[in-house]
């Protein structure tokens, strides 16, 4: 079993959608999550660390379940700038700084 | 900012040549990362350090090795290439200092293996 895994999409939702990613977990002693997006071509970028209660950031919402083992994303009043691929990451055996990506959900905003 | 340096951003090697890809960040960062990047996979970890001159193997290590003679700098070492290395290589650091620290990523390179 993949210790990330993520619905590889592709999502492709018109402008103003909400649209949710979720992603699963192996490793039941993970203790840091978070998003990455990463453009077309372009290096993976944090777009936000994920809490056990759940946080937000403007128009995204990430989730954490530790009992299922599953994180999620949800962005609201998608926009064509949203367009992406968004990489779930949770750490690894070795320590909590040791990364581990999901292979990405490929996110196609429309006008 | 963090900025972390590959040295090329496209590579072309033959199967057989001994390659060697650099990174160096400017941060004083104590953890360095080597990530491969393939179409439906997404990023695999192939090996960390987390101080100078120790490594730690990830996922996919075979076929490739490291060196962290300084703390800026990490170097991902294909012995003898082969064509199913061909893949975009990502290098990443971060700080060492606490928990679930965000990666800097440097650009990337498209390493091409004839």
């Known amino acids: 079993r993949k210790e990330v895994e993520q619905d590889p999409g592709p999502f492709n939702v018109p402008e103003g959608a909400t649209v949710a990613f979720n992603c699963t977990y192996s490793n039941s002693a993970s203790q840091s999550f978070f998003w990455y997006r990463q453009d077309c071509r372009k290096e993976p970028k944090l777009l936000m660390s994920?809490?056990?209660s759940g946080n937000e950031d403007g128009r995204f919402t990430a989730q954490l379940n530790r009992a299922s083992q599953y994180i999620s994303l949800l962005i609201r009043d998608s926009k064509l700038s949203d367009s992406a691929t968004y990489l779930c990451?949770?750490?690894?055996?070795?320590?909590?700084?040791?990364?581990?990506f999901g292979a990405g959900t490929r996110l196609t905003v429309k006008p | 900012d963090v900025k972390v340096t590959q040295s090329s951003r496209y590579l072309v090697k033959r199967t057989g040549e001994k390659v060697f890809l650099e990174c160096v960040q400017d941060m004083d960062h104590e953890n360095m990362f080597w990530y491969r990047q393939d179409p439906g996979l997404g990023l695999r970890l192939i090996y960390f350090s987390y101080d100078v001159k120790m490594k730690e193997k990830g996922d996919i290590p075979e076929g490739y090795s490291v060196s962290r003679e300084k703390k800026e700098r990490f170097s991902l070492i294909l012995e003898s290439a082969s064509t199913n290395q061909t893949s975009m290589y990502l290098c990443?650091?971060?700080?060492?200092?606490?928990?679930?620290?965000?990666?800097?990523f440097g650009s990337g390179t498209q390493l091409s293996v004839l």
């Open positions: 990443a650091s971060s700080p060492g200092q606490g928990n679930g620290e965000k990666l800097f």
């Open positions: 994920v809490y056990s």
């Open positions: 990451v949770v750490n690894g055996p070795y320590n909590n700084n040791d990364m581990r």
